[in-house]
């Protein structure tokens, strides 16, 4: 970048002032000048074609791997401001891939980061920007979606007999806010909520074979049981008499690949490999002798220099070749 705010690959046209706070995205990394975009309701992010260079209100990257429409930032009337990913290759924020098509709260000092490295910080003043240059347009290309992940999969234990027994509109309430109050656990520690699958909640780590994604989960499950708990035994979220809410965790880690469904309008992640199977199939071994969270031996391998584990032996999860050791999660050294 020039120092006088104009990126070799990034275009931005400044949009016309409101009355809104101005906030700005700051485009830039380690010695390198910065980038000031400026903005107030709203700031979209993508990639060119030809006729939308000069749009206002557009923060324009040259790479291929940016979609026409990559994300978008929105600042409401009490000056909050929000992330929306709509691209093919995903949007991520302090390095937390977002499920697409579902808004983010940002605050100030927090990264978003797009494409093959581009990141832009959100600061809440203004100063000075430039024009850019000409960039390449067309579809998106598509961008490796392999990594090595940690799939963290929480389960509420004896969910048939609740859905048998008690009252759904009563229980249907109670899992809603259960789940509401353990993806804000998972986003505290840097983690992406995939989906919801009726009793179980379905979350990820992205790292590589030596990271700190295994620790990251591991001590994120603790904290998630940690509020399953506190929140059996609050009412006001866990409100069906005669049934106790308990869960059960299983973290699994290895290579996955991960990719946006729902074509030009993304609406949720896929993510296919052995670790998503594994968590799911492991967490049903977990029972009051085992211990509520349970690993992989590559979990505990990652995570070893931070924390204890109790080997509970061999245990064939349906579907595998073969057993193989499951461990279960004791506590911080």
């Known amino acids: 970048m020039s120092s006088d705010g104009t ?49 206002p209100g557009l923060l324009l990257v040259d790479d291929p791997t940016v979609s026409f429409r990559h994300c978008v930032v929105t600042q409401s009337a009490d ?59 067309g579809l998106t290309a598509a961008s490796p979606g392999q990594t090595v992940a940690t799939v963290l999969v929480g389960d509420i234990r004896d969910y048939t007999v609740l859905v048998r027994k008690a009252p759904p509109e009563e229980l249907q309430r109670s899992v809603s806010m259960v789940f509401e109050e353990l993806t804000n656990g998972v986003i ?23 990271g700190d994604q295994g620790a990251k989960a591991c001590r994120a499950a603790f904290e998630l049981d940690k509020m399953a708990h506190e929140i059996a035994e609050d009412p006001s979220l866990w409100n069906v008499p005669g049934f106790e809410l308990r869960m059960d965790w299983a973290l699994a880690t290895g290579p996955v690949v991960i990719d946006t469904f729902g074509g030009r309008v993304p609406t949720g992640l896929s993510m296919i490999g052995e670790p998503v199977v594994l968590a799911f199939r492991m967490e049903k071994f977990a029972n009051d002798e085992t211990g509520s969270i349970l690993v992989c031996p590559f979990t505990k391998e990652l995570a070893s220099s931070e924390f204890e584990f109790r080997d509970l032996g061999e245990r064939h999860a349906k579907g595998f070749d073969a057993p193989d050791h499951v461990f279960s999660l004791v506590g911080e050294k």
């Open 7 to 55: 990126d070799s690959g990034v275009r931005y046209t400044p949009p016309t002032a409101t009355d809104a706070q101005p906030r700005f995205l700051v485009g830039g990394a380690g010695d390198a000048p910065e980038g000031r975009y400026v903005f107030y309701e709203r700031l979209e992010v993508g990639r060119a074609n030809p006729g939308r260079e000069n749009a």
């Open 79 to 137: 000056g909050r401001c929000f992330l929306r990913d709509v691209s093919r290759n995903g949007t991520r924020l302090d390095g937390r891939r977002l499920v697409p098509n579902v808004e983010a709260e940002m605050q100030l000092g927090q990264v978003i980061g797009v494409g093959m490295g581009h990141t832009f910080r959100l600061e809440g003043e203004i100063s000075s920007f430039g024009a850019g240059v000409p960039m390449t347009h």
């Open 188 to 210: 505290r520690h840097g983690g992406t909520v995939k989906e919801y699958q009726g009793d179980a909640i379905f979350s990820f780590w992205e790292g590589s074979l030596g």
